[in-house]
T-cell receptor
């Protein structure tokens, strides 16, 4: 399984933008980049995914580097509810769609 | 409800007993996953079902763990002769047939082996 690397933890202030980085230097051409987050005492929830182009949805934006070896999840205006562990996952188009979670980034939001 | 449902939400069992954990996926979802999360740790993949294909059991930690999915819907994860190290939250997720769609997770079953 292609591996991703994320910082263990990050901290930001409420109502400020947050940029969560992910490195995936061994990504293959058919791997999608998925982001999930896990709020305290809950199961993970889907945030966003993309292949090559930047993506936006109501929760966040995903900026993908031109060489696809890294990506950044952007929370435009963090709230206290965004405090969670954020996971960056590579999902293969070919073969089994098996989501393999790494350790993720624990995001703390200061009021 | 429209989400993934897991039962029981909490289970306390004695060491050496067998336990069964149940997952009801979202209707129409053909892919189903089981994960385990120990306290303060990340998600550990256990097993993956996709339609009628043979399940991917590569994450099961020992032969005490097994899972089945009946009729392409409900799944049961069975742990035989439970050990204290089996204590964790067991999470189930489901997704649609199409690849690269989002997976929906249940709230999990917290298993405590005493």
């Amino acid at each position: 399984d292609a591996k991703t690397t994320q910082p263990n933890s990050m901290e930001s202030n409420e109502e400020e933008p947050v940029h969560l980085p992910c490195n995936h230097s061994t990504i293959s051409g058919t791997d999608y980049i998925h982001w999930y987050r896990q709020l305290p005492s809950q199961g993970p929830e889907y945030v966003i995914h993309g292949l090559t182009s930047n993506v936006n949805n109501r929760m966040a934006s995903l900026a993908i580097a031109e060489d696809r070896k890294s990506s950044t999840l952007i929370l435009h205006r963090a709230t206290l509810r965004d405090a969670a562990v954020y996971y960056c996952i590579l999902n293969r188009l070919q073969g089994a769609q098996k989501l393999v979670f790494g350790q993720g980034t624990r995001l703390t939001i200061n009021p | 409800g429209a989400g993934v449902s897991q039962s029981p939400s909490n289970k306390v069992t004695e060491k050496g007993k067998d336990v069964e954990l149940r997952c009801d996926p979202i209707s129409g979802h053909t892919a189903l996953y089981w994960y385990r999360q120990s306290l303060g740790q990340g998600l550990e993949f256990l097993i993956y079902f996709q339609g009628n294909s043979a399940p991917d059991k590569s994450g099961l930690p020992s032969d005490r763990f097994s899972a089945e999915r009946t009729g392409g819907s409900v799944s049961t994860l069975t742990i035989q002769r439970t050990q204290q190290e089996d204590s964790a939250v067991y999470l189930c997720a489901s997704s649609q047939t199409l690849r690269n769609t989002e997976a929906f997770f249940g709230q999990g079953t917290r298993l405590t082996v005493v």
